[in-house]
């Protein structure tokens, strides 16, 4: 049994977090069996495209369940882009949409939130500000950039749960969230360069 699993649901960058963790030298394996999941000591939510096709797929191959009871068993939770977003318990994106309600908060659109007319979809590589009030991702991180794509963006009800920023439309967004057995960013890590790399190292070896 692997101790890691990237979910396989038909809506996530999967070679390319496999990839990355390759390079790392960290075996995953990628699945959407129950048995596997529920058994993991570690599930990577990958995800990209609509917040509502892709909790609509989790859904129909029962892989909700499967985090639920996994989480129960202790096992931790990664979520990336697409898949962070659908650890919060709704997204307005196309309508309200129900997520995971693993964290509590909502996904919104950025368009609410830019006030200086940054342009939507935010695409390229921004600098992450760490949340000192958080003190699980590494302070050394603070200012270093990483990639992102999204239209979208959660809001954590707990700003302590929140462990990183970026500053987008004349104000602040979080960016990540890590907690005792849940950590999602908002950018790409697989895509960031050494940054990323180490930030996923780093977060692997937090949550295991």
């Not at 699980?136 to 270093?144: M, P, R, V």
């Not at 890590?189 to 780093?202: A, F, M, R, T, Y």
Request: glycine residues 8%.
């Amino acid at each position: 049994m692997s101790d890691i699993v990237i979910l396989d649901y038909g809506y996530g960058n999967l070679f390319s977090i496999k990839s990355s963790l390759n390079e790392l030298g960290i075996s995953a394996l990628c699945t959407k069996q129950f048995d596997k999941i529920i058994n993991a000591k570690l599930i990577i939510l990958p995800g990209v495209g609509s917040f509502y096709q892709a909790m609509k797929a989790v859904e129909k191959l029962h892989l909700d369940t499967a985090i639920k009871k996994a989480l129960k068993k202790k096992s931790k939770i990664l979520g990336i882009c697409l898949g962070y977003q659908m650890l919060f318990e709704q997204s307005e994106e196309f309508g309200i949409n129900k997520g995971l309600g693993l964290i509590k908060g909502k996904v919104i659109s950025l368009n609410k939130i830019n006030k200086s007319r940054n342009r939507i979809p935010n695409v390229g590589w921004r600098p992450i500000l760490i949340n000192k009030n958080n003190n699980i991702l590494a302070e050394s991180f603070n200012g270093k950039m990483v990639y992102f794509v999204h239209s979208f963006v959660p809001r954590a009800t707990v700003e302590k749960e929140v462990s990183s920023f970026i500053k987008f439309g004349g104000t602040k967004i979080h960016s990540s969230i890590h907690t005792n057995n849940i950590v999602g960013f908002q950018f790409h890590p697989e895509k960031s360069g050494n940054v990323g790399l180490q930030i996923l190292k780093d977060t692997i070896d937090y949550l295991i």
